[in-house]
């Protein structure tokens, strides 16, 4: 069973991110990128499945400028086996991602797709959920825990009261919540031997899909900023503060 | 410009997220609501009476319980013809299904907005709500989840909407629910509550939630946590506040334990005031902070428990 590993190149999630002066957008030159962490539990999860001799391949694809590359040799050298590049100057939003990974699944035909749940730069929590629209597959959003037996997934969900299970059939799409599984390390051999594993280069003219974006940015502000408020030097002084001076309590 | 808004229930009548959802939707013409699941008449008569509803379209059918997201895109797409707009609140269920309806009609999804400047203009958090995007949508349709914190719910009563049977649509069968687990509590929700109290790594094991509970109990509060607490499994992992968990903005935060790292705090500085007791001084969550205590959580937690009780 072959899985495709959709994999975003985004703003390491240890950066503290800035708001560029003009509006225009979120200040990227020279801040660390990294692959969302997300995917990396979506790596890991693919490749815990081959090591058990569920999946045989492992197809890593990356959408946006050149430097996506970089990303899919992460996931190479966390064991995927080969990858896809969709180079692109022009900002993909998921719906459009959604459209290219539609025509790359037609072609690669994978048992299963696995995404992360959200981007933590868009934060749309969208493409996996567009991507199982697109090709008319079902959807096991937001999981802790996968279970393959025969032509089925059981999907385990991270849900708003708590949990929740499904069964699927596949061909499915799962996308993945932080308690799925905690991503390996590449070892330096691995980081090596990644450097030898194909990487495909397309562009989206080559996939027949148009990807202008239909969410124009008219601006990013920032968000309203906190004081720093006092320190109370006791229990009794905060109980005091939010009776008295606050009033919420 | 009519709306459409998926409610979601439970026993206690309308989701207050979605009540949320249903203001939101206010602000942009006529509004009608889908209420689904089986044996919902009682559900469907509260949400009849939500202020500013039009009309009630009832999908009647076991196939609708649990709102997966299958069989309910597949519903709100045959609807969609009549709306400008489809909105849910941005809840496991509104992110599920929402995405994939636009999909069907070919729309990019507009997540999380928590702004509506105008029929196609929105305002959504980027980056762990680090900055605000304003956003126009060239979309015919808008398929839109609303940050639930950021639109004062409608109440619950008020209103007298007419209803209406759903149409019978195909329904695809792909999918089958299974089981849930769910975590019993007699707190308030999270997302609705007037008081939170979260406990992070600092708390050392779930049996020390424990000091928590008496002060949650006497203040009416939901309990939260952070991601670590979370994955270190101290608490189920539907407490996690943050990006990637529930958002809330209470009248009262209070931070027990947490360091305060930029995607907690994504999930709790729109909060009135915000409480932290963290023994660290340096500790990032005191930036954001209206009241710091500096003190061991485990002196702290008992003695504001004592200092509640003796009011
Ligand atoms: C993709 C991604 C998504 C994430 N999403 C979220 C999210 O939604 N929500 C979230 O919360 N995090 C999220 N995180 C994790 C986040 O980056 C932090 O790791 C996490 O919030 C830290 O939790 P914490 O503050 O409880 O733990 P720590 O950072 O370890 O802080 C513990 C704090 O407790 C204090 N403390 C310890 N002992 C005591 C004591 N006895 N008395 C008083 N204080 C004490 C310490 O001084 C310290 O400040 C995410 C991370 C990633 C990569
Ligand atoms: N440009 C991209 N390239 C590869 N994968 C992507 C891209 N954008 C989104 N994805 C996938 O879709 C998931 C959800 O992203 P989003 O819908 O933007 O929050 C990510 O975790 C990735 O798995």
Redesign the interface.
Known sequence: MKILVPVKRVVDYNVKVRVKSDGSGIETAGVKMSMNPFDEIAVEEAVRLKEKGVATEIVAVSMGVTQCSETIRTALAMGADRGILVESDVELQPLAVAKLLKVIADKEQPKLIILGKQAIDDDMSATGQMLAAFLGWPQGTFASKVLIEGDKITVTREVDGGLETVELSLPAIVTTDLRLNEPRYASLPNIMKARKKPIENLKPADLGVDPAPRLTVLKVNEPPKRQAGKKVASVAELVDKLRNEAKVI | MTSLVLLEHDANGIKQPSRSAVAAATKLGEVHVLIAGSNIAEAAAKAAKLPGVAKVIVADAPEYD?V???PI?ALIVALAPNYTHLLAAT???G??????????L???????IAEVVDAD?FV????????????????KVKVITVRAASFDPVPAEGGSAATEPAPAVDL?K??????????KSERP?L?AAR?VISGGRGMQNGDNFKLIEPIADK?GAAVGAS?AA??AGFV???YQVG??G?IVAP??YVAVGISGA??HLAGM?DS????AINKD?EAPI??????????DLFT?LP??DK??GSS
Do not use: C
């Open positions: 649990h997966m997201a299958e895109s809840t496991a269920v992110k599920n299904v929402m995405p994939r309806v636009a999909a069907f070919d729309a990019q999804p507009i997540s999380d203009t959504r958090p980027i980056y762990a709500g680090n900055g605000m995007a304003t956003v126009k949508s060239s979309d695809p792909n999918s089958k629910f299974i089981s849930a687990e769910l975590s929700e997302t008081v203040l991601r979370v994955d189920p992992n539907d990006q990637t529930k009248e009262l930029i995607q500085k009135k005031v915000i409480v001084e005191f930036q954001v902070a209206d009241y710091g205590l500096v003190q702290a003695e504001l200092e509640l």
